[in-house]
């Protein structure tokens, strides 16, 4: 029987196996509920200007308890390295700690990485003392090479992110889990509690989301709904599914049929 | 002098620390980061580092995201 792992970043363990966001939320109270709801201890933030024209915007870290959840601030919006860099050294100074999501993106559009920048970025902050976890594509010939240069997890896209698509390229998926040995979190793309069990099935880790809950039709349901997909699907695979046949293959008996 | 703070132009009588920034501002440091010039402050070396004038100034704090 296989007994569970936890999900170990960095030298840590997490019970949860799912990654949630902090963005979208119709507010910051529905979005400290969901993140009850899923279980999750572990929530991206983003690193943004002060306003200093309106200080009386809440703070969003009055809705996540840090004794619980662990912050995982993003580099979302960052087109080079540099800004990424800088980023990331900004949000260890806000005390936020060294483990970053790190995004390099490349297009506007599609939100896809500049896997290019994103390894040399992976590489400066790892020099840095950062625990990087990098969004990436699902291509392994970039995943291996984030895991050389020291990424504490690779993070592979399943569709782009916000768009529901759920996983584009499962094989893709299949072939990175047979060939990354640090953990492997699928993020982005994810639609709905079906896709959040298949990424689990095909092995990952870890699946990290944010539209999928946060712009759902009930938010809160949602929540609870992929709590239970991540975990559904992380015991199916361990539970290690029937193979797929061309034809039928007769669950009752032949003998005994009466004539 | 005139300094750049988060994109908006300020004008100042004089040179001030970051320490005084924040003051002068009315922004608590706690959970803040700082960079002059796209090179980060750390916080140790608030009282010390003087803003002067041309300074782009960035103070950014978490918010959501995904």
């Known amino acids: 029987m296989n007994v569970d792992k936890p999900l170990i970043i960095a030298g840590k ?19 400290k509920e969901c993140h009850t709801l899923t279980g999750t201890e572990m929530v991206t933030i983003a690193v943004r200007r002060e306003n200093i024209s ?17 912050l995982l601030p993003n580099t979302a919006g960052c087109y080079n390295v540099e800004d990424a860099v ?7 100074e806000m005390g936020l700690g060294a ?48 895991e050389d240069a020291g990424a504490a997890a690779v993070m592979p ?16 998926i299949q072939i990175l889990r047979e060939a990354i040995t640090v953990p492997l979190i699928v993020d982005a793309g994810v ?20 539209t999928a809950i946060a712009c759902a039709k009930d938010p809160k349901l949602m929540a609870s709904a992929m709590k239970s997909a991540v975990e559904a699907g992380r015991a199916a695979y361990l539970a290690g599914r029937i193979p797929r046949k061309l034809y039928a293959s007769a669950s009752s008996p032949i003998e005994g049929m009466i004539e | 002098m005139k300094i750049h703070v988060n994109g908006q132009i300020m004008e100042l009588e004089g040179e001030l620390t970051v320490t005084e920034l924040f003051v002068r501002l009315e ?11 796209r090179e980060v402050i750390l916080k140790s070396n608030y009282d010390s580092t003087i803003v002067v004038d041309g300074d782009k100034v960035e103070i950014v704090r978490p918010v959501s995201g995904g």
């Open chain 1, 13 to 31: 363990e997490y019970t949860s196996k799912l990654i949630v966001g902090t963005g979208k939320y119709p507010n910051f109270q529905v979005m």
């Open chain 1, 54 to 70: 309106d200080r009386s915007q809440e703070s969003i870290l009055d809705y996540i308890d840090t004794e619980k959840i662990d």
């Open chain 1, 86 to 92: 800088l980023t990331c050294r900004l949000a260890r």
């Open chain 1, 99 to 146: 483990l970053v999501k790190l995004e390099v993106i490349g297009d506007e559009k599609t939100l896809f990485p500049d896997v290019v920048g994103l390894l040399e970025a992976t590489k400066q902050l790892v020099a840095d003392g950062f625990t990087v976890l990098p969004y990436t594509s699902d291509d392994v010939v970039i995943a291996k090479q984030l």
């Open chain 1, 157 to 172: 896209l399943a569709a782009p992110i916000g768009s529901g698509l759920g996983i584009c390229n499962p094989y893709t």
């Open chain 1, 191 to 210: 639609g709905t509690a079906s896709d959040a069990a298949r990424v689990m099935e095909l092995g990952a880790d870890g699946v990290l989301m944010n």
């Open chain 2, 27 to 37: 922004v608590d440091a706690a959970y803040r980061a700082v960079a002059i010039n």
